[in-house]
């Protein structure tokens, strides 16, 4: 009895419905702006695509972090997946710069909730 | 009617309504799904890698989802059906 891939079976098997159910939440929704509905079978279809384009992005990025000698997959990792077309890179690139943004603030945030407590720093400034 | 490109499909997307921008892939998930196929076990991604790959996948259904229509809509046909989608299905890979 291989229990060991039984749980890894139902690993994967849990990420597949994880994947089916946004998918299908967004379908509906993309489906409700054009007035018109996705059957079940199209639904299905998608999310084994997506489920199954997930696999090729993973390998690509972990070629690309290992090419670079790193084990951590980074940013820069997933714009070389985008490569293909124009449009979607500058779309992910776009993407990439509000993470970077939204970090920034983030960590603007943390500053200055940490120099209220120092006050004699925030004089020097 | 103008041909089904990528860039044409992305440019739509981004003149979406907000709801279905609103609705994506939860970032354990991504972060699990990916570790999930990598080959070695010292591979991670890292904290933004997850979310920008949240994007993209978000952007892969739009597409798939998009060009089913179209697809279905050049056909004249109310609904989306597996011959719809699989017509744009060689396209939206090569695409990606």
Known sequence: ?125 | MRPITAESALIDKLKMAESSTEITFKKETVSKLLSSFFKEEKTKVGADAVLLMAEMLHVFVQEAAQRTIKQAEAEDSDRMDIEHFEKILPQLLLDF
Request: a positive charge; one cysteine or more.
């Open chain 1, 1 to 125: 009895m291989s229990t060991a891939m039984d749980e890894e079976e139902r690993k994967l098997q849990r990420l597949k419905a994880a994947v089916h159910y946004t998918v299908g939440r967004l379908c509906q929704s993309i489906g409700e702006d054009h007035q018109k509905e996705f059957s079940r079978q199209v639904i299905a279809a998608i999310a084994e695509t997506t489920f199954r384009q997930c696999d090729i992005f993973a390998k690509d990025l972990e070629a690309f972090a290992r090419h670079a000698k790193r084990s951590t997959v980074s940013v820069d990792d997933v714009k070389l997946t985008a490569r293909r077309s124009t449009a979607l890179s500058n779309f992910i690139q776009r993407k990439s710069e509000e993470i970077a943004s939204t970090n920034q603030e983030q960590r603007d945030i943390r500053k200055k909730s940490a120099g209220k407590r120092k006050n004699k720093e925030t004089e020097m400034e």
